[in-house]
């Protein structure tokens, strides 16, 4: 008795953080395994005290909204951990059907089928509507009364203020969520992150100024018709089509099922995708499909016997941070890492998590939580991740943000939100780190190269930079350990094979910065060598589709470093020849565009902009991104802007139609 009093204690305070406040101190899963606790020990003793929160839905209201009396209660839902869970469930209903059956021979229940919906991890909602209008929407509350978020609930534009279906009051259900797209963008730029995109929609729908809400672009799936006057259903599926006539946004995925062994495999089948939607969502719900039979199943004091959330794994747990330390990669910049306390999430024990940059820990207020309690994140075969802090007082040990490498001791750099150890030339966790992502298989596919080789060659022999690899002798190679001829032998033939790489993977390997390997294809195909992408300017490389002004501004300095020309020049003397697919026919020295300066702007419509680019390219123009004073020609399509004028106002001739450009690409 003792026991329960504490666990209900203990659930009433974190339910109290949860459903009121939109800040829980604990997982979901730890809260279900202390909940699962109070519902055994209740079970064993055959007592349920009066205040258990077994026998309630969600939580107190909060002040300062006004109460919302549901025309037809919101319940919570019986939960399966697992398979067993499930099939408990069905045995269940096959039992009530069966005794429902017996009483009413007249009128049997027909075998059950089944539906899988999604079950999405935001907050439920109750909307009003009466004749037509949303008059009203409210959170679940205790089930029977919710609080009244009428305003902030406008602000999803998926939900229509007014329907086709005028006839008397109807209340729908769904659930308001973030989508984690929109929460990826929002925590890019905001001051402080959010931590999870469910708290942030609660906490967003309660919060009492709408336009609060209005900028968490929040949006929501409707899955239920909860009261009507009016409308009755024979099953669920006509239940989605009222819904869906009716203009609600209904979740695409809404699936039924026969033979509950079907229903297994699906939810089987769903774990497996569960990451590759745009929401959380932290299970499936089963429901009967039959509305007759749901009536003649009822209810228990929370939930209906009628449907049951199938849980997936927790992704989520508590912990608490240890440490900090700082890894040097290979474009100097420095990754915390983190070491937490061993926690197992998602079926994997993990302690270790790297965070982005000294901002990231900032943003997360994490700078003193060394000590503290910490969420962290882990979704299937995605690394680890720190969401925050648990509780906001700064009361942990300071994270201590270095001044010097720790791997060289040179004074470090702050660019934006990251540390870079600017030792270009002798950082060693730098120098192992390029030469191997120069080997790597994307790279300059050198086989047998590991990063064990990078640092042994570093160590040993001496190798600074890529372009060494190159001057590596036989005689000096086997005598390392772990070397014996024969690898020794392929080494060297390996070296010797990558230097007709093409010219894509030649320049992923150099590792310009931000600079991936689409990026380096495309750069491949525009410029066909080295020699003249090393030459480009900003104004032409933005030209380029999805290059954009920083990426750019990359390349130029990367191209201007002697340290880099340096390496390359020694590559290209050692026989590297990266080699790129010849492209078209030497250009007409004589065509009018020969030599010539050209800028696009607007939109072109029987040419995309990257077509007539390359056309100019290949009579030998020069395209640029920007209008100067060298400028020889402006093109000009619809709605073209600033440049334009630009361009009228240096006197630079233009063409703006676009047959005249046709034209002139043609002859
Ligand atoms: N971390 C904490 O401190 C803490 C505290 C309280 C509760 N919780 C979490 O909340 C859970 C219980 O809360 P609950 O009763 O709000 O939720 P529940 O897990 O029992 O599920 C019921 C809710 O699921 C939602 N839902 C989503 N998709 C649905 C669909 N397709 N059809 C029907 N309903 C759908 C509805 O909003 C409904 O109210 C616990 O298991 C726990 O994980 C955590
Ligand atoms: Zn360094």
């Known amino acids: 008795m003792e026991?329960?009093?504490?666990?209900?204690?203990?659930?009433?305070?974190?339910?109290y953080q949860y459903y009121t406040l939109d800040e829980p101190t604990i997982s979901d899963k730890e809260y279900d395994e202390i909940y699962d606790r109070l519902v055994e020990l209740e079970r064993e003793t055959g007592v349920t005290l009066p205040n258990s929160p077994t026998l309630r839905v969600g939580g107190e209201l909060l002040d300062g909204f006004?109460?919302?009396?549901?025309?037809?209660?919101?319940?919570?839902?019986?939960?399966?951990?697992?398979?067993?869970?499930?099939?408990?469930?069905?045995?269940?209903?096959?039992?009530?059907?069966?005794?429902?059956?017996?009483?009413?021979?007249?009128?049997?229940?027909?075998?059950?089928?089944?539906?899988?919906?999604?079950?999405?991890?935001?907050?439920?909602?109750?909307?009003?509507?009466?004749?037509?209008?949303?008059?009203?929407?409210?959170?679940?509350g205790n089930g029977e009364v919710g609080e009244g978020i009428l305003a902030q609930v406008k602000t999803i534009r998926s939900i229509p203020l007014e329907i086709p279906y005028r006839d008397g009051l109807i209340e729908v259900q769904g659930e308001g969520m973030m989508f984690l797209s929109v929460f990826d963008a929002y925590n890019k730029t905001a001051a402080e992150v959010l931590k999870n995109p469910r708290n942030a929609a609660a906490g967003a729908l309660r919060?009492?100024?709408?336009k609060a809400t209005a900028e968490r672009k929040l949006n929501a799936f409707m899955y239920n018709v909860g009261f009507s006057d009016q409308v009755r259903f024979a099953d669920h599926r006509e239940m989605v089509q009222f819904l869906r006539d009716n203009k609600f946004k209904v979740n695409?995925?809404?699936?039924?099922?026969?033979?509950?062994?079907?229903?297994?495999?699906?939810?089987?089948?769903?774990?497996?995708?569960?990451?590759?939607?745009?929401?959380?969502?932290?299970?499936?719900?089963?429901?009967?499909?039959?509305?007759?039979?749901?009536?003649?199943?009822?209810?228990?004091?929370?939930?209906?016997?009628?449907?049951?959330?199938?849980?997936?794994?927790?992704?989520?747990?508590?912990?608490?941070?240890?440490?900090?330390?700082?890894?040097?990669?290979?474009?100097?910049?420095?990754?915390?890492g983190a070491t937490f306390e061993p926690v197992d999430i998602g079926g994997a024990t993990v302690q270790h998590a790297t965070m982005n940059n000294i901002g990231d820990i900032e943003r997360k207020n994490l700078k003193f939580a060394?000590?503290?309690?910490?969420?962290?994140?882990?979704?299937?075969?995605?690394?680890?991740?720190?969401?925050?802090?648990?509780?906001?007082?700064?009361?942990?040990?300071?994270?201590?943000?270095?001044?010097?490498?720790?791997?060289?001791?040179?004074?470090?750099?702050?660019?934006?939100a990251h540390l870079f150890c600017p030792n270009r030339v002798d950082c060693r966790p730098q120098l192992v780190a390029r030469i191997t992502h120069f080997a790597s298989r994307d790279a300059m596919d050198i086989e047998t190269f590991s990063v064990k080789t990078a640092e042994q060659l570093y160590d040993e022999l001496g190798v600074r930079d890529s372009a060494d690899l190159f001057d590596l002798q036989f005689d000096d190679l086997v005598k390392l350990q772990r070397f014996g001829e024969k690898k020794a032998r392929k080494l060297l033939e390996a070296l010797e094979a990558c230097k007709t790489r093409d010219l894509a993977s030649f320049l992923f390997a150099l590792g310009i910065p931000n600079t991936g390997k689409t990026t380096?294809?495309?750069?491949?195909?525009?410029?066909?060598?080295?020699?003249?992408?090393?030459?480009?300017?900003?104004?032409?490389?933005?030209?380029?589709?999805?290059?954009?002004?920083?990426?750019?501004?990359?390349?130029?300095?990367?191209?201007?470093?002697?340290?880099?020309?340096?390496?390359?020049?020694?590559?290209?003397?050692a026989g590297v020849k990266p080699f790129a697919e010849e492209k078209t026919a030497p250009a007409n020295t004589e065509h009018p565009l020969y030599g010539k300066t050209v800028v696009l702007t607007g939109t072109l419509t029987k040419l995309t902009r990257d077509d007539a680019s390359k056309k100019l390219e290949a009579l030998g123009a020069k395209v640029s991104g920007s209008v100067s004073k060298k400028t020889d020609l402006v093109i000009a399509g619809e709605s073209a802007g600033s440049k334009l004028a630009k361009a009228k106002e240096l006197g630079i001739p233009v063409i703006e139609d676009e047959e005249e450009l046709l034209k002139l690409l043609e002859s």
Request: aromatic letters at 8%.
């Open 370 to 416: 060394l000590g503290t309690a910490i969420f962290v994140r882990r979704s299937n075969e995605v690394i680890p991740e720190i969401l925050g802090k648990v509780t906001d007082e700064p009361d942990g040990g300071e994270i201590i943000f270095p001044d010097r490498c720790p791997a060289c001791g040179t004074e470090l750099e702050q660019r934006g």
């Open 520 to 573: 380096t294809k495309a750069l491949a195909e525009h410029y066909g060598s080295l020699e003249k992408l090393s030459a480009a300017s900003a104004e032409e490389l933005v030209v380029i589709p999805d290059i954009g002004g920083i990426v750019a501004e990359s390349i130029v300095s990367f191209f201007a470093d002697p340290v880099m020309t340096g390496s390359i020049a020694r590559m290209l003397a």
């Open 66 to 140: 006004q109460p919302h009396r549901h025309k037809a209660r919101l319940w919570s839902l019986d939960k399966a951990q697992d398979e067993n869970d499930l099939m408990l469930w069905h045995t269940r209903v096959l039992k009530l059907i069966q005794d429902y059956n017996t009483r009413n021979p007249e009128n049997l229940l027909p075998s059950p089928t089944f539906v899988v919906e999604l079950k999405f991890d935001g907050l439920s909602l109750n909307l009003t509507y009466e004749a037509g209008q949303l008059v009203q929407a409210s959170t679940r």
């Open 3 to 15: 026991a329960m009093k504490e666990l209900i204690e203990e659930i009433g305070k974190h339910n």
């Open 207 to 210: 919060n009492l100024n709408p």
């Open 252 to 336: 695409p995925y809404v699936t039924f099922f026969d033979q509950i062994e079907d229903v297994f495999a699906e939810l089987r089948r769903l774990e497996t995708v569960r990451h590759d939607f745009d929401y959380l969502i932290d299970g499936a719900v089963v429901k009967i499909n039959d509305m007759r039979t749901r009536e003649a199943l009822g209810y228990t004091d929370k939930f209906p016997r009628w449907a049951v959330a199938f849980k997936f794994e927790a992704e989520e747990a508590t912990t608490i941070l240890q440490s900090v330390s700082w890894e040097v990669g290979r474009t100097g910049k420095l990754t915390p």
